[in-house]
Every structure is written in C-alpha cells, then in structure tokens.
C-alpha cells in the first residue's frame, strides 16, 4: 500500500478505513463485530494504517469496536474520529463546537478508545452558533496537552476553513467527494491546496452506488439509511444509474470491478487525497484495498471525467453542509 502525506506530517495509508458502517447506518438488523474486526485486522495486514470512526457512529459503539480491533496494534495505526454533531445526555442530534464540549467529547473518545492521544480529530460539522476561532482555541489547547496530534474539519466551507487555518493549521477537511460527488472541485480543493491542507474524501463509493451493485432498493433494509436519500428515491435512482454504466464500462475495459475503477479515478486526483472507503466485509475490503493498483488510462479517465451530476441532493437535509 502506498502512503501520502496529509497537511505537513500526518503519513497514512492511501486508502484508509471508514468504520461507520461497522456500527451506525448500514447495519441493517444487528451489526457483525466479529466480522468488522476480522476486517480491521485484514486491513492492517494489507498495509492500510488510516482508521476513521466518530463519537456519533453508534452513537459511542463504533469508537469502541476499533479500540477492540487495534489492541496490541495502536501504535502501528492512525486513528481519525470527530466531535460536535450529538448531544451526550440524550444521544440525539445536535450541533455543539463549544470549547466546553471540545473539551468534554476528546475526554469521552480517549476512554471509549482506549488510547492516551488521537492522531487526527475532526469537528464533525460546523456550528453556526459558535465562533470557528473558539472551537479551533479549544483544539489548539488539546494540542498543546498532547490529548490530541492534530484537528480536521469536516464538510466545511472556504471561509470557515481559511478562518480556522488562521487561528491553527488545519491538518485534513474530510467531506463526500467522488465520481457521485464532485462539488469540492470547484472551490474547496484549491484552496485546501494553496493552504497545504490535505484531503480525506468519505463515501467514495457513492454509498455503494458506485459498485454497480445496487439497482434497486429491494436488497437495503428497511433501516437502511439511503432508502431516505434523495439520489436513491424513485425518478432519481433510475437517472443516476447512467453513471454506474460508464463506471461498469470503464471497469469492463480496464479488467478491474467498478468499485476499483471508482477508487482509482479519486486516487488519480492527487497525492494528497486519502479516501476512506467502509466496508465491514473482508472481501470487499481486499477489492477496494486492489485499487491501490490500478492506473486508469487517459481515454478512460476522460471518460470518467464527463460524467454528468447525479440527480438529488446527497442528504434529506443540506442545511449543515458547507458552513
């Protein structure tokens, strides 16, 4: 597995691991933590390093099963989690970037991952009500203290991220990019590139929509949280499946899956670019851990390059993207 350096000098794998789906959202009628940690160790085996999980993911649940994964294995890792989208007396929603609960959610993370220090730790989304300077103080502080290695943003705006970036470097932005999901191009890379700030790209397989594998949304279960999002819903699914066939025709030419064809296409953006696919299967894990491989041609990444938008917003409700 080849690695890339993020910000000044976070080294990881480049491709990391998206544990969410271990715990939280795709779990469907009960989750596989043996098989989830069958996979987080086939993913160390194979090289990669970079494990992302959240506070929110389960809640709680997720930041606990990779601590259970990485036992004996922290120091050969780095950990990712993130901070500010739940309220920690009921468990819901709620958006908080206070220094207070900066400092109260890291202390919760520690425990519930068993580890003295986070290599990389993420407000998760951005709180309109609390100064972006205070929350990166709070970080800064954490910094300062060892608690944390470095601070990310995720689903930031330009200027929220420039306004951070002044108080403290930014180290990573972590938002949805891929060929489902191309609006950092326009704005957020280049700047993320003139302050040397990496990037670490979430959902890089369309929510599973890039694979090819789902044309329907018979095989999801009910709780299943892409039955609700707009680009799998009715007229809109239908549309979006012409992006699939490119991919599959792209995959077909190259001798590679769609998922692989995907994942390369991203790779092929930048080397400091690391996507997190999730997968909580070991075999899938294998596939997309492949790409690392690939090298797609001209002709096909210009293919790829033309794609159309998908149809649909990427979440029922835009109103935290993007602040």
């Known amino acids: 597995m080849k690695t890339i350096t993020l ?20 779990t469907g009628a009960g989750r596989d933590d043996t098989a989830s940690i069958a996979t987080i160790h086939r993913a160390i085996d194979l090289g990669v390093t970079f494990f992302d999980t959240a506070e929110m993911y389960g809640p709680y649940e997720n930041e606990k099963l990779l601590a259970r994964a990485l036992r004996g294995r922290r120091d050969a890792v780095v950990i990712a989690t993130k ?26 993370s520690l425990q519930r991952l068993e580890t003295d220090h986070i290599d990389l730790y993420y407000q998760h989304r951005m709180d309109p009500s609390v100064p972006i300077e205070d929350t990166v103080g709070a970080l800064s502080d954490l910094i300062q203290e060892g608690k944390i290695r470095r601070y990310g943003l995720s689903e930031a705006g330009a200027e929220t991220i ?7 470097p930014v180290t990573a932005l972590q938002s949805e990019y891929s060929l489902w999901t191309r609006d950092p191009e326009g704005e957020i890379l280049p700047l993320l590139r003139e302050l040397g700030i990496g990037f670490v790209p979430y959902s890089p397989l369309g929510r599973g ?13 009910e709780s299943d949280f892409r039955r609700a999002n ?4 009715g007229e809109n699914l239908a549309t979006n499946i012409r992006i699939v066939e490119v991919v599959d025709r792209v995959a077909a030419d190259a001798g590679v899956t769609a ?23 070991v075999e899938r ?39």
């Open 83 to 108: 901070f500010g989208t739940i309220n920690h007396d009921t468990g819901e929603r709620m958006l908080d970037g206070s220094p207070a609960n900066v400092r109260f959610s890291v202390e919760g």
């Open 7 to 26: 910000g000044p000098d976070l080294r990881v794998s480049r491709l990391g691991l998206g544990c969410m789906g271990m715990s939280a959202f795709y």
């Open 230 to 233: 707009p680009r799998f819903a």
């Open 162 to 168: 420039r306004r951070a970036h002044a108080v403290h």
């Open 209 to 221: 929509f890039l694979t090819g594998t789902i044309r329907t949304l018979d095989a999801l279960d």
């Open 259 to 281: 998922a692989q064809v995907a994942l390369a296409w991203l790779l092929a953006q930048g080397d400091d670019i690391a996507p997190i696919p999730g997968t909580k299967r």
């Open 285 to 323: 894990l294998e596939e997309n851990v492949a790409a690392d491989s690939v090298t797609l041609t001209p002709e096909q990444l210009g293919a790829l390059d033309a794609l159309e938008a998908p149809v649909g917003d990427r979440y029922p409700d835009m109103s935290g993207i993007g602040r």
